[in-house]
């Protein structure tokens, strides 16, 4: 380790301490609870919508240089099962249903609910419309790249973060936010397994 990397690094741990004594003095000291529940209830949802993505997105990253270096992002990665294509958008409808459903079994649907169930037909729509679209075959069978499969991860990653920042954005984030979240997840995971199949 040289002198550079030993003062990054003190100065690092100056900046930390700093933020932790901060912290505790303006918000404990200073009484200020009410503030600090208020950013716990908007945090805990959203570090929980954020896992996945977080999760993902080390490997996803090493994954894209390793093709990027090694030219085969374009390469054929996975193949599409392509008679599905219509139950594919039923799979978004179900999404939708679920975005709607969770509001309307606690009676509580805002106006952030119909602001989700938009974004996300309409991102879904779309990365539907590039799925399908017209491909080359590789084998006898419709494929997407190694690249496009990257790709598809993060998107599906995404979503749960988008569900809550809608509603972080709409100031009416509550528990049933984080029901659709993990809801639409856990559909557009499971689909996954039936419609992207390995080559081979």
Known sequence: ?????????????????FLVLFVFFFFFLGGRYNFIRALFHLAAPLAFALLPFL???????RTVRSLRINKEEHQPAVYLETRL???????????????AWWPFIFKNFQTSDGGQMF???????????????????????MYITYLEQQLDSVLIALMPVLIILI?????????????QAASILAILKIWRWRLIRPLG
């Not at 999760?55 to 990253?61: D, E, K, T, Y």
């Not at 294509?85 to 975005?99: M, P, Q, T």
């Open 55 to 61: 999760i993902i997105l080390p490997g996803v990253r």
């Open 119 to 141: 974004v996300f037909a309409l991102i879904m729509s779309i990365w539907h419309i590039c799925l399908f679209r017209s491909r080359e075959e590789f084998r006898g069978r």
């Open 1 to 17: 380790m040289n002198a550079k990397e030993i003062v990054i690094d003190f100065l690092s741990f100056c900046l930390l301490v």
């Open 167 to 179: 509603a972080v954005f709409w100031s009416d984030l509550n528990f049933i936010d984080g029901f």
């Open 85 to 99: 294509k219509r139950l594919d958008l039923l799979v978004i409808g179900v999404n939708l249903l679920f975005l």
